[in-house]
């Protein structure tokens, strides 16, 4: 396939924040111009201007959404294709639908590549509203079988590409041997700090894994509207100076902190195909994690993490415990993780993408072979 005349219209969030569909975002328009495409960012979350529009509820949205279908509309005159990063609820509403329809009306293909854990219950309650966008994307991308799943219970066919780690930022650093209990194991959790996530449960977990390893720290990364109730948490906990939040990280930041931890706690209440673990796995950090959502579907219990139910610290307290107590447990938990980790490298995904766009491009003219 000649690449070097396509030009694609890349929709969706954009970093900061570093992680989670607006690092996958970014990171496929980077990957995709290393295969000579041409890719055209149109930022979801793009900064207010003037800034104070950003501080008045309901006008800042409005600004925003005009603004935004302002720049699809100029995007749509040089691009070929749009490839869109969509989400549910208002997300799906005020940004996907829009590119749907404007992408139609300039005769464009559009590829929906829809993430996001809360689906199933975004579609019982809004799916008439929708179903007429759905209707007009060229092709709908998600990137785990368990959204499959929920597509299909709504009558919709849809094909999968998983998320992509970019595994020359995110390796190994060197595996703790040491069994002494008062060695400083290292815990990392790394998620946004919103409810969703439920990250005061991974601190009470790390509380109760204090009481056995008193040296232990952990770091939660990200940031959130929850950092203040968090923070409140850590104080009622006493655990003064053993949690850090490190706030907005970078990816290369990212990834030096997880090659620095002992363990990854993820305490999620829904999910989809979060890829922190993903990249927790390819810098070889066991996991325990909740068994919601799409989780179970890409990692499996006892041989890439350990699974919990969500909510319960002293369930994840205890596998937490159970990882820092076994060696070959954890060792094998690594050496799996890494192995799995493997499958969602740029390589292996790219031809994925690339026969898509060339499926669509195709009645354009612009797919060579």
């Not at 053993?242 to 363990?263: K, M």
Request: proline fraction near 6%; hydrophobic fraction near 45%; include cysteine.
């Amino acid at each position: 396939m000649d690449q070097t005349h396509l030009r694609i219209a890349m929709i969706g969030p954009l970093p900061p924040p570093a992680g989670g569909m607006a690092g996958q975002t970014a990171q496929l328009a980077r990957l995709l111009r290393q295969e000579g495409i041409v890719v055209e960012e149109v930022a979801v979350n793009a900064p207010y201007y003037p800034a104070w529009i950003g501080r008045v509820r309901g006008v800042r949205a409005l600004f925003r959404l005009v603004s935004y279908v302002i720049r699809l509309c100029r995007t749509a005159s040089r691009v070929d294709l749009f490839h869109v990063m969509a989400n549910s609820g208002w997300s799906w509403h005020l940004f996907a639908a829009p590119a749907l329809w404007i992408g139609g009306w300039y005769g464009k293909p559009v590829v929906v590549n829809y993430r996001g854990g809360q689906a199933e219950e975004f579609f019982k309650r809004s799916f008439n509203w929708v179903r007429p966008g759905l209707a007009k994307a060229a092709k709908i991308i998600v990137p785990s079988e368990f959204l499959q799943r929920v597509f299909g219970e709504f009558g919709v066919s849809c094909e999968i590409v998983p998320n992509i780690v970019d595994r020359s930022r995110f390796y190994p650093g060197t595996p703790s041997v040491d069994e002494n209990r008062n060695r400083s194991v290292h815990v990392v959790v790394a998620r946004h700090l919103e409810r969703l996530y439920d990250n005061a449960t991974a601190i009470e977990a790390f509380a109760q894994i204090r009481e056995h390893y008193p040296a232990a720290r952990m770091t939660v990364a990200g940031t959130g509207p929850e950092r203040a109730n968090l923070e409140q948490l850590v104080r009622k906990l006493e655990l003064g100076d053993a949690v850090g939040f490190s706030g907005n990280l970078g990816r290369d930041e990212i990834a030096d902190l997880l090659r620095t931890a002992d363990l990854m706690l993820n305490p999620s209440l829904a999910d989809n195909m979060p890829n922190s673990l993903l990249e927790a796995m390819a810098c070889g950090v066991p996991i325990v994690t909740t068994d919601v959502g799409g989780i179970p579907l890409i990692v499996k219990s006892e041989e890439t993490a350990l699974l919990v139910k969500p909510g319960r610290a002293r369930d994840m307290a205890e596998a937490a415990l159970q990882v820092l107590d076994d060696q070959r447990l954890r060792l094998k938990l690594i050496r799996n993780g890494l192995r799995d980790a493997d499958g969602y490298s740029w390589p292996r995904i790219r031809e994925c993408w690339l026969s898509t766009y060339r499926q669509l491009c195709k009645p354009l003219g612009l797919a060579g072979q």
